[in-house]
């Protein structure tokens, strides 16, 4: 399910809560198995249906029913979770819904560049590098990550002459510095400082935007007035990838590269809000999207 077809989606806010830390965990100790998500349905304008539901992050998976989920074209094997989930997400709707969990299984990216080899992080290039390293998604859309930058976010506010939302954008990583506005569009590589290493990410396509954008979060329909044109706004200039010629560019899609200076075998790595990024590669032509049927 997707807003752009769904837009009710957005009146179910989630909150995370961790297990609490036991005797034996540390700083970098990611077990969750005690830790719930609590998922919010705000019911924009019918107030009495407002309700929670809580459930596991992390279900038992060796009771649940297994079915094959297919998105984009990129399959993966998922676990139906029990019937009373099912039965809320039905009541919020008002039609059949079901809840699955991923867990440990993966989709692939269907990038058809990611099959080939990986350039130089610093060399400019007339195409998108592609990372050596094996990709694998969630249930994400196209990517692992999604980077824009506050100057392309500055130019879509000017176009509705208010402040646009960047949540709407659902970006990872939001960039300041730019020179200029849609410079990310060459961007192929970056390099990110956290506070124990300098990790590179490969952007090797743009993110092509649909109606999502014109979605009003608040009520869960379509925007009014110009918040409800942000994609037709965008369609004057920003159609500038052949691979999808009737979508507009916001935004690159990331994959990472790998470890990077100052990082341990199997540390994690944390990127925190103020983070150094530098641009290590640069295309000297826009990516074309090759996802198949998507764009």
């Known amino acids: 399910m997707a807003v752009a077809s769904y837009p009710q989606m957005t009146q179910f806010l989630q909150e995370i809560s961790p ?7 540390n700083a970098h100790s990611n077990s969750s198995t005690d830790s719930t998500l609590t998922i919010h349905y705000l019911a924009h304008g019918a107030t009495p249906n407002q309700s929670s539901l809580t459930i596991p992050l992390n279900p038992p998976t060796t009771l649940l029913q297994t079915l094959e989920i297919s ?3 990129s399959p993966a094997t998922a676990y139906r979770m029990p019937d009373p989930y099912n039965t809320w997400f039905t ?4 039609f059949p819904v079901e809840l699955v969990y991923l867990g440990s299984s993966r989709r692939s990216p ?7 080899s990986s350039s130089s992080p610093t060399t400019s290039s007339s195409s998108a590098s592609a ?3 094996a990709q694998s998604l ?4 196209c990517a692992p990550y999604l980077i824009t930058s506050s ?10 002459a208010s402040e646009m939302d960047i949540t709407k954008f659902r970006p990872n990583i939001l960039l300041s510095g730019a020179k200029e506005a849609w410079d990310e569009d060459y961007w192929s590589r970056i390099q990110i400082e956290s506070e124990k290493a300098q990790t590179e990410v490969a952007l090797l396509h743009n993110c092509v935007r649909c109606k999502s954008i014109n979605i009003d ?3 869960g329909k379509p925007g009014t007035g110009v918040k409800g044109e942000v994609l037709k706004r965008l369609q004057g200039d920003r159609r500038v990838d052949q691979g999808a010629r009737w979508s507009p560019v916001f935004g690159r899609y990331g994959f990472w590269v790998g470890g990077g200076k100052g990082r341990e075998e199997k540390e994690e790595v944390v990127w925190r809000v103020g983070d150094k990024v530098r641009v290590t590669g640069v295309n000297r032509e826009r990516t074309v999207w090759s996802w198949p049927n998507l764009g």
Not at 19 to 25: K, N, R
């Open 138 to 141: 969630t249930f994400t859309d």
């Open 71 to 73: 998105l984009h074209g």
């Open 217 to 219: 979060y608040a009520t």
């Open 151 to 160: 100057a392309s976010l500055s130019s879509v506010s000017s176009r509705i």
């Open 110 to 116: 269907r990038f058809s560049n990611l099959t080939s």
């Open 91 to 94: 009541s919020c709707f008002g």
């Open 131 to 133: 990372p050596q390293i």
């Open 19 to 25: 297990s609490p830390p036991s005797a034996t965990s």
